[in-house]
C-alpha cells in the first residue's frame, strides 16, 4: 500500500506557464482524502514550496532548497536543516557577485539576495557577506541571469570550491536543446544535501518504509529522490537519464502528467 508520494514542483507538477491545472489540483486532494502523503520536493525556499503545497492541498509536509530543510508547516516546526558551509559561501558569493549576477541565499522561510528581483519573496543583503553568513543559517545558494554564458562561465569555478556542489541547474546547460528565454540557473548545496537524503530521513521520522512510497520528478536533482522510493515516475518532458532511470513515464507537465498518474493509483 502506498502511504506517501513526493513530487518535484517545477517542470513535474507545474506546467510550462508555472502554473498549478484545476485538475492536478483536484486529483492531489482526492489523494490526500485517501489518506496517502502528498508531499513537494523542491528546490526553492520554504516559504515559497509552502504556498504551492497549500494551494494544492498536498501534506503539511515540505521538502525544500534541494534537501536542505524539512519542514511542517501546521506545526510550524523544523524536523531537518543542513546547514552550508560558512567559507564555502563567502567563497561562492566572491565568485559570483563581481560579475553582477544574481546571488540567492536560501536563509529560514525565504531568500536573501544581493539584487532584488522579487521584493515579495526576497530580502537584500544589507551587510557584510562574512558578518551575514556567519550569524545566519543558509541550506542553498543560487546565481541565476537571463544570459546563458555567464552562467555557464561561472561554472568552472563553482565547482572548485570545497564541500558544496551544484544540485540542480537548468536544463539547457546539460542539454542546449532546452535553451529557452527563461532565467539560468544553478543551486549549490553542501555535498551530502539531495532530495533523497531528506526523503530518508522523512520516512525515518513517519515510519514509512521504502516500498510504500512514489516519487515523482523531471530533472536531475529528482534522480536522488528515485534512490530512495518504491517505484520511480518521470514525466514525459523530463531529461533522458530521469527517463531511463524511471519505472513509468507519464504524460508531460503541460498534458497534467502528475495528475493522471495520481488518477491511476486511486482507481
Not at 518535484?8 to 506546467?15: A, E, F, Q, S
Not at 483536484?26 to 514550496?49: A, F, M, Q, W
Not at 504556498?51 to 523544523?78: H, L, M, P, W
Not at 560558512?86 to 536560501?106: C, G, H, Q, S
Request: aromatic residues 6%.
Amino acid at each position: 500500500m502506498i502511504k506517501a508520494i513526493f513530487i518535484d514542483i517545477d517542470g513535474t507538477l507545474r506546467n510550462s506557464e508555472r502554473e498549478l491545472s484545476i485538475k492536478t489540483i483536484d486529483t492531489i486532494k482526492k489523494v490526500t482524502e485517501n489518506g496517502i502523503l502528498v508531499i513537494l520536493c523542491s528546490g526553492r525556499p520554504r516559504k515559497y514550496t509552502e504556498k504551492i503545497s497549500r494551494e494544492c492541498f498536498a501534506s503539511k509536509y515540505i521538502i525544500t532548497s534541494s534537501g536542505g530543510n524539512i519542514f511542517d508547516y501546521e506545526q510550524n516546526k523544523v524536523l531537518y536543516i543542513n546547514k552550508m558551509d560558512k567559507e564555502a559561501i563567502i567563497k561562492l558569493y566572491e565568485i559570483a557577485n563581481p560579475t553582477d549576477v544574481r546571488f540567492i541565499m536560501n536563509v529560514g522561510e525565504g531568500r536573501v539576495v544581493n539584487k532584488v528581483k522579487h521584493p515579495d519573496q526576497e530580502i537584500k543583503l544589507g551587510e557584510d557577506i562574512k558578518s551575514f553568513v556567519y550569524n545566519n543559517d543558509v541550506v542553498q545558494c543560487t546565481i541565476a541571469d537571463s544570459d546563458f554564458d555567464k552562467i555557464k562561465n561561472l561554472i568552472p569555478k563553482i565547482e572548485q570550491v570545497e564541500n558544496v556542489e551544484i544540485k540542480n541547474r537548468h536544463k539547457s546547460l546539460l542539454d542546449i536543446k532546452f535553451k529557452d528565454d527563461k532565467t539560468i540557473f544553478c543551486d549549490i548545496a553542501n555535498i551530502d544535501c539531495n532530495k533523497g537524503t531528506a526523503i530518508k530521513k522523512l520516512l525515518e521520522i513517519l515510519n514509512i518504509k521504502k516500498e510504500e512510497t512514489i516519487a515523482i520528478g523531471d530533472d536531475n536533482n529528482d534522480l536522488s529522490m528515485f534512490e530512495q522510493v518504491g517505484y520511480k515516475v518521470a514525466v514525459a518532458n523530463a531529461i533522458d537519464i530521469v527517463k531511463e532511470k524511471a519505472d513509468e513515464i507519464t504524460l508531460s507537465n503541460d498534458d497534467d502528467g502528475v495528475a493522471v498518474f495520481l488518477e491511476k493509483l486511486i482507481h
